[in-house]
Each structure stands twice: as structure tokens, then as C-alpha cells.
């Protein structure tokens, strides 16, 4: 009886271990992914402030209103600049 019972218990144990591990595995399995995203995510934020610092950057905006409105666009000072008031009032 004392055999029968020791065995049963090392199979409810080894049975229990391999829950454990599969589960274990699975987690890290699931962690790797998102770190593997996380880092993916990083990337593409470095990429996108890289291309908005390019973008935004006053060399460049010049450059494109150059190329894009050629000299439709001028420059004022503030002081000139005018209240416009809604007449739909």
C-alpha cells in the first residue's frame, strides 16, 4: 500500500512539473513577443521623430516653401499684422 501510494505520488508530481514547465514556457514564449515588439515600437518612434525633426526643421520648411510657393509667400513683421473682424455676426 505505502508503494502504491509513493508512486502515485511521484506521478501526481512529475504530472504537476510538466504543467509548471509548459506554462512556463508558454509565459516566456508571450514575453519574448512583446519585447521583440517593444523593441519594433521603439524603432519606428525613432524613425518618425527623426523624420519630424527633419521635416519641422526651419532650413527645411524654408526649402519647401521655396520650392512649393516660390515668392507667392513674404515675410511681415508683427506689428504688422491686422485685427480682421466676422462681419456675419
Known amino acids: ?3 502504491f ?3 502515485i505520488l511521484i506521478i501526481l508530481l512529475i504530472t504537476f512539473t510538466s504543467v509548471i514547465k509548459s506554462s512556463t514556457r508558454s509565459l516566456e514564449s ?3 513577443n512583446l519585447q521583440e515588439e517593444i523593441i519594433v515600437k521603439k524603432n519606428e518612434k525613432q524613425t518618425f ?3 519630424n525633426n527633419y521635416l519641422s526643421s526651419p532650413e527645411r520648411l524654408f526649402e519647401l516653401k521655396d ?3 516660390g515668392d507667392a509667400l513674404k515675410t511681415i513683421k ?3 499684422l491686422k485685427n480682421l473682424k466676422n462681419n456675419y455676426e
Request: neutral net charge; aromatic residues 16%; hydrophobic residues 60%.
Open 78 to 80: 508683427i506689428n504688422q
Open 30 to 32: 508571450q514575453i519574448f
Open 1 to 3: 500500500m505505502k508503494k
Open 5 to 7: 501510494l509513493f508512486i
Open 67 to 69: 520650392d512649393l510657393f
Open 49 to 51: 521623430l527623426l523624420e
